[in-house]
Structures are given as structure tokens and as C-alpha cells.
């Protein structure tokens, strides 16, 4: 119950049944508090989640990997970058290995807040150490180093991903082609978008979008529009930055006829 309240958004909710179960001296297990702790972290109450990750250690609850990811996660997204590396040191010196996931977890981390230099090492690290690469890790890479205008260093690895046995997905176009729109390399996302279909990925409205939205920026509105008929044939739903595009661009007549 813990768990669908929390996916449902009700934090408000969740923190009242957690503080009855305990008024009914029935004693939270190690599952439900990391639920309540990557409640409290997805809503940027970190403080609270840490309070309760040190009562759980208080009351004798070892907190698993799992835990320690989460509540590292929520701190990373704040950009607390200190204490999070302050509860990784303290989850190995407790004898609990990082799995893929928390590797996951510091990798994004790390490029969020502008640590592009660690983030490459962990990433070779994990090669290194037998933990095989996937889209997820390289579309995360790939994004830090467009948002430091690293865009070279982007273009390189993804064109590595073939040479490690596996195809680019949507997530990893849909990263490429956000990065060169970000840049103003508006053609060359054009051609990637296509590049992306004539090999069987189909965009997803994340990649329409945000090529739509750079065509217009760059008064291309005919490439734009074409795009969007795409869009619109796959059933996609434009997000409130194109269609705001559309009512700045559009005639009342052009409108209608979409």
C-alpha cells in the first residue's frame, strides 16, 4: 500500500499510514522505509529522508543497497553532492557493494552536477570492472557532455555504441538529438531523426518535440510543420512548448486546420 501511494504522488498520505502503523506498535520493515525514503527524495524533502534513514539505523534496521541508492539518488537530484558521497563511503564501509544500479545512480549524479570528468572515469571504471555498458548508461554520458558544450566528446561515444555489440535505442537518439538541438546543430539532428527511422527506431514524442521546437527557433517552420505531421500520424501529443510555438507561428486559420 506504501508502494502504490507513493507511485500515485500521495506523500501526504503515505507519511500518515507509515506514522499509524507505528502507532499500532507494528514495526516498518526495511522495504517500506526505502519506499518512504525515495518518497520523501522525489519530492526534494531529503532532510526527511535522511532523518528517517538514521532512525531505521537507530531502531536496528540495516538499510540495504538498495536504500543507500535511493536516498543517494534524492541527494544528487538536490545537488548535494557531499553528503551523498558521504553515505556511499559509509554503505561500503558497512560491507554493501554498489550494484549496477547505484553505479547507475552516481553516473547520473555526477553529470547533473557538472562532474564530467569523474563521470567518464566511473563509466570506463565500470567497464573495466565487468559491468557491460547499455543505452540507459550511454544516454546519460552523452547528455552530460552536451550540457558542457562537450559535443565532440558526445558525437564519439555515440558512435562507439555499435562497436560494443548493441544498437542505439530511442533513448539514446532521443539524447543525441536533444544535445544537437541544444547546440543549435539543428540539421544535424535533422538528419540523425531521419537516420533514426531508416533503421527501424521509431522517434518517440520527446525526440518530435524537441525537433520541432528547434525548427521553429530557427525560423524553419516548414520542416517544422512537416514533423509535426509525422507526429500527429503516430497519435503523439505535442508538448505545451510546441503548441505555444504553433500559437505564435500559426494564423487563426492555419490553427483549424491542424
Known amino acids: 500500500m506504501i508502494d502504490g501511494l507513493c ?37 526534494h524533502k531529503v532532510d526527511e529522508a535522511i532523518h528517517l534513514f538514521e532512525k531505521m539505523k537507530r531502531n536496528r534496521l540495516k538499510p540495504t543497497t538498495v536504500t543507500y541508492t535511493v536516498l543517494v539518488r534524492g541527494l544528487y537530484r538536490d545537488g548535494k553532492m ?54 540507459y548508461r550511454y544516454s546519460i554520458l552523452i547528455h552530460g557532455l552536451y550540457q558542457v558544450s562537450r559535443l565532440e566528446d558526445a558525437r564519439k561515444l555515440f558512435n562507439e555504441i555499435p562497436d560494443k555489440g548493441f544498437v542505439p535505442n530511442v533513448v539514446t537518439y532521443s539524447s543525441m538529438i536533444n544535445g544537437l538541438c541544444r547546440n543549435k546543430m539543428v540539421l544535424e539532428a535533422e538528419k540523425l531523426i531521419m ?59 492555419e490553427l483549424k486546420n491542424l
Open 7 to 43: 507511485l500515485a504522488g500521495q506523500l501526504k498520505n503515505v507519511v500518515n499510514l507509515f506514522d499509524s502503523m507505528v502507532d499500532k506498535g507494528l514495526q516498518p520493515d526495511v522495504v517500506s522505509c526505502s519506499t518512504l525514503i525515495d518518497g520523501y527524495c522525489k519530492n
Open 195 to 253: 537516420e533514426m527511422e531508416q533503421k527501424g527506431c521509431l522517434p518517440d514524442a520527446r525526440a518530435y518535440d524537441t525537433i520541432i521546437q528547434a525548427l521553429f527557433i530557427a525560423k524553419e517552420t516548414d520542416k517544422a510543420m512537416n514533423f509535426l505531421c509525422k507526429m500527429r500520424e503516430k497519435e503523439f501529443v505535442p508538448n505545451d512548448s510546441v503548441i505555444s510555438f504553433l500559437m505564435y507561428t500559426l494564423s487563426a486559420d
Open 82 to 135: 557531499k553528503t551523498a558521497q558521504r553515505f556511499l563511503n559509509e554503505m561500503q564501509s558497512f560491507g554493501q557493494s554498489p550494484d549496477e544500479l547505484t553505479y547507475t545512480t552516481i553516473l547520473d549524479g555526477l553529470c547533473k552536477n557538472g562532474k564530467l570528468e569523474e563521470a567518464i572515469e566511473l563509466f570506463e571504471f565500470m567497464e573495466g570492472a565487468g559491468i557491460s555498458a547499455n543505452n
